[in-house]
């Protein structure tokens, strides 16, 4: 897991609550991305960020949101607008190169 | 459009068989193509890769990987399974846009009996 941290590691929501996922790294990493796991859907991408203060909408990016204010934070607000949002979610950075690096994961769970 | 896929939902081997976990993809222009492993409750965790060169990459734990560009394939390898192998791989590709986005197959489960 490098040095990518999430937190928390679970979280539960209510229906209409927002929820905020922390994603943080100490790489110096330029570029970060956040993903939504599902069983037997692989990961896919909902926003991703290349450099501090941009970010751009992934496949899935409805009734979320994000904010790139530090080169080293990334993060994930799930609104209630999401209508499903229990998943496991994994937040990634990448330097200059190709290969990501993958946080620990926060898995959401809706109440 | 560009894709990634896992034919295999799951793949059982005996521990010291070799085992295979295939992936075929779909992109234009030069493929920049990735394997990662995922045990429970955790993050991916990066394997190796092709970007160029030799078609066959060697990557962490004793992996490998071989790069067909006829077949659009880039299959997962290992001569001898360790029951240790058992978790969830995933295998992915770069969009070429330039725009660094990443493709991720469906991932398939190996499990390796002891």
């Known amino acids: 897991d490098g040095g990518i941290t999430q937190s928390p590691k679970y979280l539960f929501r209510k229906e209409g609550q927002n929820v905020t996922l922390s994603c943080e790294q100490n790489l110096n990493h330029d570029a970060m991305y956040w993903y939504r796991q599902d069983p037997g859907q692989g990961l896919r991408l909902i926003y991703y960020?290349?450099?501090?203060?941009?970010?751009q909408k992934g496949d899935i990016a409805e009734g979320y949101s994000v904010s790139r204010e530090k080169k080293e934070s990334f993060p994930l607000t799930v609104t209630s607008a999401q209508k499903n949002p229990t998943a496991f979610y994994l937040c990634a950075s990448r330097i200059s190169g190709d290969t990501q690096y993958f946080g620990p994961g926060t898995r959401l769970t809706v109440l | 459009a560009q894709s990634v896929a896992q034919p295999e939902d799951q793949v059982n081997v005996a521990e010291g068989n070799p085992l295979t976990v295939k992936c075929t993809y779909s992109v234009s222009g030069n493929p920049y193509l990735f394997w990662y492993v995922q045990y429970p409750n955790r993050g991916l965790q990066f394997l190796l890769k092709?970007?160029?060169?030799?078609?066959l990459v060697k990557g962490s734990y004793g992996f490998e990987a071989e790069f067909n560009k006829s077949q659009t394939s880039f299959h997962l390898k290992k001569p001898s399974a360790l029951v240790s192998d058992s978790a969830l791989y995933f295998c992915?590709?770069?969009?070429?846009?330039?725009?660094?986005?990443?493709?991720f197959g469906t991932g398939t489960r190996l499990k390796v009996l002891a």
């Open positions: 960020s290349q450099i501090v203060n941009d970010f």
């Open positions: 992915a590709v770069r969009e070429a846009s330039g725009t660094y986005k990443y493709i």
């Open positions: 092709y970007i160029t060169g030799d078609n």
